[in-house]
Structures are given as C-alpha cells and as structure tokens.
C-alpha cells in the first residue's frame, strides 16, 4: 500500500516567520500536488510538480518535488495570516491506477498576527 | 473556479435512516468521486466513477451505493445511516489527462446522524 506522510502534523508561526512542510513516502510517484484546505471549504489546488528534482513557485510558497519522486516540500517565506489552512499533499503513480489519488493527512498551519 | 455544487450542505438525520448526497457539476468532466474527511483520517474515497453508469469502489465503500445516470451528477446513497457515517462529504472531478491529474472539489456536505 502506498503511504504518503506528511509532516508536521500540525505548525502554529508568527506572521513574517519562514516554514517548511514535508511529503514523504518509500514509494515512487509520477506526480506529487499540493492542495490547500480552509475551514468549511474542499481542497484548493496549489500545484503540481512531475519531475524529478522540479523546483516550482507561487509567490511566497516554493514547491519541490525530490529527485527520486518519493518526497516533496512546501516551503512558505514570511508567512502571513492569510497562509492558515491544511496542506494537503497527494500523489499518482503511472504503474497502478491513476484515476485515484493517493492522499497525505496535511498539515495543519496557523499563521497568528 | 471549476463548476461544482453540492446538496444539501448540512443534513441532520437519524439512525437507519436512508440519505442522498448530490453532486452536480457544469464542466462535463469524465471522472467524478466522493470522499469522506474525518480527523485523524484524512480525505478517505468512497466511490468513484469514469463514466455514465460505470462506477467503482474505493477504499472506504461499505454502507455507501452510488449512481451516475447522467455526466453531470452523481449520487452517493447511505442505505441506512449510522453514526459512524457522520462526516464532512466532498464530491470531486477530475478529466485526466497527461501524466498528472488534478481534482475539483466541491464545497462539502456536513452530515451528522443521531
């Protein structure tokens, strides 16, 4: 069974402090996303990285996927209260069915002002 | 924003009692999916489908049905609600393409039976 944990579990900052979240598993995705959550709300999609070692980013929010495609992070610089929600990660692989998304728990940030 | 609705958004129901989610969606994507999200658990599949009639489960199926007699909706079923089904329901799309795929989410539905 493939796993993808994330970590950590939870991350409570300071507005203007840095972060990084992580995604991991012992299993090989083609493809890794980032979604974010708000309260009373679905998923959102961030982004998607497909390649090894892929470096993508969204204004504050720097993504990367790891060069074996087992792992990916999100990195947030100066951090704004705005930023609050669950991260989400969750991967495909090419080799199994790939209509179904393989989902991490998240992480669950609170950005205080 | 991609176009899906989702109904009721809140329900409060009874034990034994038979409930019916809906998910409609504009954007006439292939591959639509319900999930199931409770702490500690994450986002969990239920159902899912690829086409009009054609459905499949996923890892969290029991006590569920769904059906799918149009593109545009799908239908989650609890033929007999119990407690342990009350959870946030999402419904989700999706029209895969290339190497990645991504999902649509709709807004949930908070269901709690007693």
């Known amino acids: 069974t493939q796993l993808l944990e994330q970590s950590p579990q939870f991350l409570s900052i300071q507005e203007g402090e840095n972060l990084t979240v992580y995604c991991n598993s012992s299993?090989?995705?083609?493809?890794l996303q980032w979604y974010r959550q708000e309260p009373g709300e679905g998923p959102v999609l961030l982004v998607t990285?497909?390649?090894g070692g892929e470096v993508k980013k969204l204004k504050r929010l720097t993504f990367q996927f790891g060069d074996a495609r087992k792992d990916s992070s999100l990195h947030i610089t100066a951090a704004q209260t705005g930023d609050t929600g669950l991260y989400l990660c969750a991967g495909t692989n090419n080799a199994g069915n790939n209509r179904k998304l393989i989902w991490g728990l998240g992480t669950s940030l609170a950005v205080n002002p | 924003d991609a176009g899906i609705t989702q109904s009721p958004r809140h329900k409060v129901t009874e034990t034994g009692t038979p409930v019916t989610l809906r998910c409609h969606q504009t954007e006439n994507h292939r591959y639509m999916y319900w999930y199931r999200q409770d702490p500690g658990h994450g986002l969990r599949l239920i159902h899912y489908?690829?086409?009009?009639?054609?459905?499949d489960k996923g890892e969290v199926s029991d006590g569920y049905s769904v059906s799918r007699s149009k593109t545009e909706d799908f239908l989650l079923t609890l033929e007999s609600a119990t407690s342990s089904q009350t959870s946030v329901y999402f419904c989700a799309i999706s029209d895969l393409g290339g190497r990645a795929e991504t999902q649509y989410f709709g807004p949930g539905t908070r269901l709690l039976v007693l």
């Open positions: 990285v497909v390649t």
């Open positions: 299993s090989v995705f083609s493809s």
């Open positions: 489908s690829y086409g009009v009639k054609d459905t």
